[in-house]
T-cell receptor
Framework: DTTVKQNPRYKLARVGKPVNLICSQT?????MYWYQKKPNQAPKLLLF???????READTFEKFQSSRPNNSFCSLYIGSAGLEYSAMYLC??????????????FGEGSKLTVL | GEQVEQRPPHLSVREGDSAVITCTYT??????FFWYKQEPGASLQLLMK?????EINEGQGFTVLLNKKDKRLSLNLTAAHPGDSAAYFC??????????FGDGTQLVVKP
């Protein structure tokens, strides 16, 4: 099973409220990524976990947090949502070891709308 | 940081025509390259991958060309059919595990 699951698929949030998005995979992949995707733009790398080590991109460092309680799960947390956070959030994973080339396995995304 | 530029943003062709999508990147540390396809309402799926400056044909009617000297990656479709209509994204991987994407190309193949 090469499925990456994301929940919720759709999230409506008020400005200033927190948002928590969840991603899971059962492929025992070491590395999990979060991307932000807005219409007509490239998926923007926010952060990724290699095993238990979190790497956050410098330009979004303070905007997003994440946790990975075990190998299968990874969350994306927004402490105080702003209108600019409205986007599709894509989770992806890859093996990270064993000849891994970097191919990503994507979930279907969580669409966040902030009002 | 890495800049990945993808062109064109939109491409409309007739069934049987060829189509070419091109990406350029800036970071010489990029060393694995990918093309993803996204159909409406679905997740991004790997279409093809390339690691060296060689031509690879995965047998789906697509060919990938990589020119590391020019930092250019292209996806060539030799004979489009309506089922190829989708969004296509190039991606480049760095040695530090970061993977960056182009803006995407919306391909429409008309019967």
């Amino acid at each position: 099973d090469t499925t990456v699951k994301q929940n919720p698929r759709y999230k409506l949030a008020r400005v200033g409220k927190p948002v928590n998005l969840i991603c899971s995979q059962t492929m025992n992949h070491d590395t999990m990524y979060w991307y932000q995707k807005k219409p007509n733009q490239a998926p923007k790398l926010l952060l990724f976990y290699y095993d238990k080590i979190l790497n956050r991109e410098a330009d979004t460092f303070e905007k997003f947090q994440s946790s990975r309680p075990n190998n299968s799960f990874c969350s994306l947390y927004i402490g105080s949502a702003g209108l600019e956070y409205s986007a599709m959030y894509l989770c992806a994973s890859r093996p990270g070891t064993g000849g891994d080339t970097g191919q990503l396995y994507f979930g279907e995304g969580s669409k966040l709308t902030v009002l | 940081g890495e800049q990945v530029e993808q062109r064109p943003p939109h491409l409309s062709v007739r069934e049987g025509d060829s189509a070419v999508i091109t990406c350029t990147y800036t970071d010489p540390n990029s060393y694995y390259f990918f093309w993803y396809k996204q159909e409406p309402g679905a997740s991004l799926q790997l279409l093809m991958k390339v690691f060296s400056s060689t031509e690879i044909n995965e047998g789906q009617g697509f060919t990938v060309l990589l020119n590391k000297k020019d930092k250019r990656l292209s996806l060539n479709l030799t004979a489009a059919h309506p089922g190829d209509s989708a969004a296509y994204f190039c991606a480049v991987r760095h040695s530090n595990n970061r993977i960056f994407f182009g803006d995407g190309t919306q391909l429409v193949v008309k019967p």
